[in-house]
């Protein structure tokens, strides 16, 4: 019982970090209708600038809040300067963009920072937390508590602020939101860098586990589109909630079902997902789109 | 009275084809101007050329400020809503939230919450549904909805496309009146598209004919009522 | 286009491609091989995400299940290089069209989603049956010689195979597309519902265009096994189908010549990147991907489309009397 609950809170922490870029993906794909495949590489690469930073002697948490900062700005600024020139272009075209810029932030990473692994620090305790008599990692837990506090944050940013109602409106029905005054450029620019954030975040946590190379998101990117194709592309909520799945089944997966060591991990997820597309490919949370003809 | 609108050999374009060949009307402040004609006439084409949703050339003027260079939202900042046809509903969000973003763009004044319960004063069936889902409402309660979320703009002029359309003959007959106590009490002017003649006929001091993107007819609504020759041969009854 | 004009390229430009050995030779004429082998493959994608609709991000999958059956078949079985060509393209027809059934289900992303995990899977797959495929050492096969004592290098022999191929089954695609099946393949992706109504058994045309389509790229797949002589489960991962994906993209949608346009681009830039940039080959690829998006969203053939329009437009006008603005009352308004 104990093992259970030990894999369950492991999967629960890697869950969150899939549920962050699960979520980065989901923002954009909501309100454009494009998948972002550089949102992996994006966070990879604010990962890098995060360990410059400390590498550098600043402290952690301000190097966490300066990181968040930059992934920000740098997703706005991506927004309107690298995606807005295609924005009427037909879908595929802007996700070839989208393909050119992971394979140029994943290759300038390479020769800034070089591929070998990097170790990066974690901001918690090495010593295992007790919690009821069980033994937990304190890295695990306390990226759980980073992904609640951040996803509570953009909560209550959605549904509290102006500016994230405009957004929702913006993503909803552009034209209304023009007529109501709402520049929906901007908008768009500002999901990204929300984006961008929690894309940061996932980097951040995974880093110290992973160690830091410019593939390290690879992997992840693949378990984020499990998740948000198990909760629903549509459905922010449903990334979130798909990447807590993923984890605690990834995690359950591999130490109850013996033959499924770390490569064929990765097929559980693509098995996940072609699973929940047979049967059900709006995703848990996702509405069957029913088009007006 | 001065000129809220005035509109000066207004063209309008989708794509190459034009829709609009030099229309030019003035509305003066406070009034109810209606724009009648038949299916492809350039109605809605007018009002969206207004708004600057569609490319346009030609001037048009906002209690004398020049708009036609500028861009749609800036266009609404300056006090000009327009509900689209078909509403525009926000579906996702509830009638509150739909409220709340019509007064994103508001001229200074007053609070969101005093203006909400001024139009759950004039559309109390809102206030009941306030925290209900904008897309479970009936056409009719949406057409409420969609009208005030432009009233939370607090605009200067509202723009009304079509808000008969696929209403109950009742529910319109409501809507036109509150649009009337609108008029009165906000001094709201409001330029009215639709395919309803004698509704529209009812409401409006001023009425524009169009027909293929051209003014035919332009005059106060009591002559147009009268004349029967007129009312047969273009509004067709 | 009319069609004298459309021969006349057509024949020029075959023309040109069988005095190109003359020219060139080695290495780069292997290149030249490998630039049809990719056409092929990406007429096969064009026809079922560009005519059809049909997001597919995994066809890497049948390109590896052709060159796999290849090269199973000369090495194990000691077949003929020749017959492996039709024999894997049928078997790719038979597993795309299976494949298409469960696809009807899916749309758009969720289709890509799921040929995304498809194309994930394949090189575990190809290792997992090692029996069958080498697993990851793969299978080394010969280079074929030029048949009957015909005085050709095996390059330079395997450049005239490939080419005929290419040349046969561009024709074919092109009758295909210009018939009554092409016009329901582009009714399909146009408007489903439409295609439906009017009689169009979407569900049998959709099955069958993945089939084709998988047909084509098991055929391009096969021909790899045999020109490059070695088949490895690693040259058929992901980026295989994201680099075909790029080659339709770039070569235009719903376009015969793109994909050739598009061959070219997957077969040389990379290599144009690596000259110019020894430490970030990739981010110059990466800038030419984005840069060519902004100059061409609609790839290389719809560019030249436009611009071809434009010229006969400007010519059209100039006539007396032509008038190409369309009267007013046909504008959508509502």
């Not at chain 1, 923002?27 to 890098?48: K, L, R, S």
């Not at chain 1, 995974?206 to 549509?234: C, E, H, K, R, S």
């Not at chain 3, 290089?81 to 027809?93: D, E, H, K, N, Q």
């Amino acid at each position: 019982m104990d093992v259970f609950l030990q894999q369950v809170l492991s999967g629960l922490a890697t869950g969150g970090i899939y549920a962050s870029l699960a979520l980065a993906l989901v923002m954009i794909y909501q309100a454009t209708d494009v998948v972002n495949f550089a949102q992996g590489e994006m966070a990879m690469f604010a990962t890098y600038l995060a360990w410059s930073m400390l590498n550098a002697g600043m402290s952690y948490w301000l190097t966490f809040v300066a990181t968040l900062a930059i992934a920000f700005v740098a997703g706005v600024a991506i927004q309107r300067i690298i995606i807005r020139p295609v924005e009427t272009a037909p879908i595929l075209t802007i996700v070839i963009v989208t393909l050119g810029l992971l394979v140029i932030l994943n290759s300038v990473a390479g020769w800034i920072w070089t591929y070998l692994q990097k170790p990066f620090p974690s901001p918690f305790p090495r010593e295992p937390i007790r919690i009821g008599g069980i033994v937990f990692g304190a890295h695990d837990v306390g990226e759980i508590a980073v992904t609640l506090v951040m996803l509570a944050l953009l909560f209550a940013f959605f549904r509290f602020t102006p500016l994230g109602l405009a957004m929702r409106a913006a993503a909803q029905n552009p034209v209304s939101s023009r007529l109501a005054g709402i520049r929906v450029g901007w908008m768009l620019a500002l999901g990204w860098g929300l984006a961008a954030v929690f894309g940061a975040v996932a980097g951040l946590m995974v880093a110290p586990v992973l160690t830091l190379d410019p593939n390290m998101m690879g992997g992840i990117q693949i378990y984020a589109f499990a998740a948000a194709t198990l909760g629903g592309f549509g459905s922010p909520v449903g990334a979130v909630v798909g990447g807590f799945i993923v984890g605690i089944t990834e995690n359950l997966v591999g130490t109850y079902v013996s033959f499924i060591g770390t490569e064929l991990k990765l097929t559980v997820a693509l098995a996940m997902i072609i699973v929940v597309l047979l049967v059900r490919p709006a995703g848990l949370f996702g509405r069957t789109v029913v088009r007006r003809v | 009275m001065p000129a809220i609108l005035e509109v000066e050999a207004l063209e309008a374009f989708y794509g190459r084809t034009k829709a609009l060949h030099g229309v030019s009307f003035a509305m003066d402040e406070g009034g109810i101007t209606t724009v009648l004609g038949a299916n492809g006439a350039g109605k809605t084409t007018t009002l969206r050329a207004i708004c600057a949703m569609i490319r346009r050339s030609g001037s048009i003027r906002f209690a004398g400020q020049r708009i036609e260079g500028r861009g749609t939202e800036d266009i609404v900042k300056l006090g000009i809503a327009h509900v689209p046809e078909g509403r525009g509903t926000f579906v996702d969000l509830t009638v509150e939230e739909n409220l709340r973003v019509g007064a994103w763009a508001r001229r200074a004044g007053g609070s969101v919450a005093e203006d909400m319960t001024r139009v759950f004063g004039y559309f109390p069936i809102l206030a009941e549904r306030r925290r209900q889902v904008a897309g479970t409402l009936s056409g009719g309660e949406q057409q409420m909805l969609a009208v005030s979320r432009a009233l939370m703009l607090r605009p200067r002029l509202l723009l009304l496309d079509e808000p008969s359309l696929g209403l109950a003959p009742l529910i319109v007959r409501e809507i036109f009146r509150i649009l009337r106590a609108i008029n009165r009490e906000a001094g709201v002017s409001i330029l009215l598209v639709e395919q309803n003649a004698s509704l529209a006929l009812d409401l409006a001091d001023h009425v524009f004919l169009l027909e293929t993107g051209r003014m035919v007819l332009s005059g106060t609504s009591d002559v147009l009522k009268r004349d029967d020759a007129i009312r047969r041969s273009y509004l067709g009854y | 286009m009319s069609r004298g004009l459309r021969l006349a390229l057509f024949v020029g430009a075959v023309g040109a491609a069988v005095v190109v050995p003359a020219f060139v030779s080695g290495f780069r004429l292997f290149q030249f091989t490998q630039v049809y082998i990719y056409a092929i493959a990406l007429m096969g994608l064009n026809l079922l995400t560009g005519y059809n609709g049909q997001f597919s991000l995994g066809h890497g999958a049948f390109y590896a299940i052709g060159a796999y059956t290849s090269a199973i078949m000369m090495d194990r079985w000691n077949v003929p290089y020749g017959w492996t060509i039709p024999v894997a393209g049928v078997l790719c027809l038979v597993v795309g069209f299976l494949f298409g059934r469960p696809a009807l289900r899916l749309e758009g992303l969720y289709l890509a989603l799921a040929t995304f995990s498809l194309a994930l899977a394949v090189p575990q797959i190809l290792k997992y049956f090692e029996h069958w495929t080498g697993g990851s050492q793969g299978i080394v096969l010969t280079k074929p010689k030029a048949p009957w004592g015909v005085p050709l290098t095996e390059d330079q022999w395997l450049y005239y195979l490939t080419l005929a191929v290419t040349v046969a089954m561009f024709v074919a695609a092109a009758n295909l597309i210009r018939g009554r099946v092409g016009r329901a393949i582009v009714a399909i992706r146009d408007n489903h519902l439409a295609a439906e109504v009017m009689g169009v058994d979407t569900a049998l045309v959709k099955s069958v265009t993945f089939g084709v389509s998988a047909a084509y790229t098991g055929v391009a797949g096969a021909l790899s096994a045999i020109v490059i002589a070695f088949v490895a489960p690693d040259s058929f991962n992901v980026f295989l189908s994201v680099t075909l994906l790029i080659g339709i993209v770039i070569g235009g949608f719903a376009s015969i010549w793109g994909n050739i346009f598009g061959a070219l681009f997957i077969q040389f830039v990379p290599n144009w990147a690596q000259d110019i940039s020894k430490a970030a080959p990739w981010a110059i690829f990466g800038i030419f991907l984005i840069g060519f998006m902004y100059a061409m969203p609609y790839g290389i053939a719809g560019a030249i489309r436009r611009l071809w329009i434009r010229w006969v437009v400007s010519r059209v006008s100039r006539a007396p009397g032509g008038d190409v603005r369309s009267s007013p009352a046909k504008a959508s308004t509502t």
